[in-house]
């Protein structure tokens, strides 16, 4: 009873074939597009950026020291002379610009501080990173003067750095691939399991009041539970399959993008792609993680989907009560930028839904553990049961099935 109940269900869904292709083949086309077109749409744009000599401008260009404007030149920019260079790069006019004061030249051979102000606007990040040329060019001029008035004093520069700091990168081969974009990729497998499977639900539950067909259903000899099961693994098959076809996208994408299109950049190119992600290491391990906590959200979905739009009393409605269940996958996306700093540890493996992107996220940067795939799988499990327990209780009830 339960297969022909989730059997019937599923070729109502399939008969909306404009439903089909949105919400089951985009992912597979979508995910791939994404991984490819961002890492290198950023990376192009950041390296275009750092070697175009872009003109910036300057407040007192007269009176700019030549090595000065030689470093930043050097910088891959040009200064151009302004009255006001505030609201030159406020009305965009200039992405950065720098006020030189009148005397500088005398300031500095009397040994006398000066402060350059350099203009830019902060989040915007074409001004960030110009502004960025106009202070290593200063750094650069900084260093030089302090280097000849040592020199002149008769002591070694070298006294000023006692202590030198070497960076090194502790980070695994898979972290350091997975760039700042692989936070999308979870992301996008949650919200394809919450599209796919909402179609299904709701089809399965409003739309069936609106069509009149649930009244046969529940006449018929089967029990309630088997109705409920049966809806819950055909919204979770719908659910599952657009999670699947993201992960095909994103396994696809990345071994494209590794074998085909990174062995044709030069290495300031591959940088740039690597640090948004467009090195991704592909393991089978990751893959296994991914499909299982794919099914288990897939699931999970369903269950809250079938909870949920049973209340409805038409499909529209229905719609209406499913929307605000993206947020549900919105925010935890946003917060797995944010994890390292929020630092819970393994409490966030405990919470449904939540949980099984940090777990995605980890799988994606090689970071999975033992004990962050048992909770997590375990949490899941216990909460799809007592959400279909939910369902059930409410199926049960008259005035939830026949509201009108």
């Known amino acids: 009873m339960i297969r022909r109940v989730a059997g019937k269900d599923v070729l109502s869904t399939l008969r909306d074939t404009r439903a089909i292709v949105s919400n089951l083949l985009i992912p597979l086309i979508l995910l791939p597009v994404v991984m490819l077109g961002l890492p290198f749409l950023l990376g192009g744009l950041f390296l275009r950026e750092t070697t175009t000599v872009t003109p910036l401008g300057a407040l007192g260009l007269e009176h700019a020291p030549a090595e000065l404007i030689a470093l930043v030149e050097a910088q891959a920019a040009t200064l151009e002379r302004v009255d006001d260079p505030e609201a030159a790069v406020r009305e965009d006019r200039y992405?950065?610009?720098?006020?030189?004061?009148e005397g500088i030249r005398e300031a500095l051979a009397a040994g006398e501080p000066v402060t350059l102000d350099v203009y830019r606007k902060t989040g915007n990040m074409r001004?960030?990173?110009?502004?960025?040329?106009?202070?290593?060019?200063?750094?650069?001029?900084?260093?030089?003067?302090?280097?000849?008035?040592?020199e002149l004093a008769g002591i070694d520069p070298a006294l000023l750095e006692p202590l030198r700091i070497q960076a090194r990168d502790a980070s695994t081969e898979a972290e350091r691939s997975s760039g700042q974009l692989s936070w999308l990729i979870p992301f996008f497998i949650a919200i394809w399991a919450l599209t796919g499977g909402q179609m299904a639900a709701i089809d399965?539950?409003?739309?069936?009041k609106?069509?009149?067909?649930?009244?046969?259903?529940?006449?018929?000899?089967v029990r309630r539970a088997e109705v409920v099961v049966g809806k819950f693994l055909a919204t979770t098959l719908f659910g599952l399959w657009a999670a699947v076809m993201a992960i095909i996208g994103f396994v696809v994408g990345g071994l494209v993008l590794r074998s085909l299109f990174l062995p044709g950049l030069d290495a300031a190119s591959a940088e740039m792609v690597g640090m948004m992600g467009g090195q991704l290491t592909i393991t089978p391990t990751m893959v296994a993680l991914l499909v299982v906590s794919a099914v288990l959200l897939a699931a999970l979905i369903a269950a809250v989907l079938i909870g949920v739009a049973m209340f409805a009393r038409s499909f529209k409605e229905a719609q209406t009560?499913?929307?605000?269940?993206?947020?549900?996958?919105?925010?935890?996306?946003?917060?797995l930028q944010f994890r390292d700093l929020i630092g819970i540890g393994e409490a966030l493996y405990w919470v449904p839904m939540l949980n099984a992107m940090v777990l995605m996220d980890d799988a994606v940067k090689g970071a999975a553990t033992l004990n962050g795939v048992v909770i997590t799988w375990l949490s899941l499990s216990l909460a799809i049961a007592a959400l279909l327990a939910f369902a059930l209780r409410n199926f049960k009830r008259e005035d939830v099935l026949f509201r009108t």
């Open 127 to 150: 001004s960030e990173l110009n502004a960025g040329k106009l202070e290593a060019a200063v750094a650069g001029y900084r260093q030089q003067l302090v280097s000849e008035r040592l």
């Open 95 to 101: 992405p950065a610009a720098i006020a030189i004061p």
């Open 210 to 221: 609106e069509r009149g067909t649930l009244e046969v259903l529940l006449v018929a000899p």
């Open 204 to 208: 399965a539950t409003a739309g069936e």
């Open 321 to 335: 009560y499913v929307a605000p269940l993206s947020f549900l996958l919105i925010l935890p996306a946003i917060g």
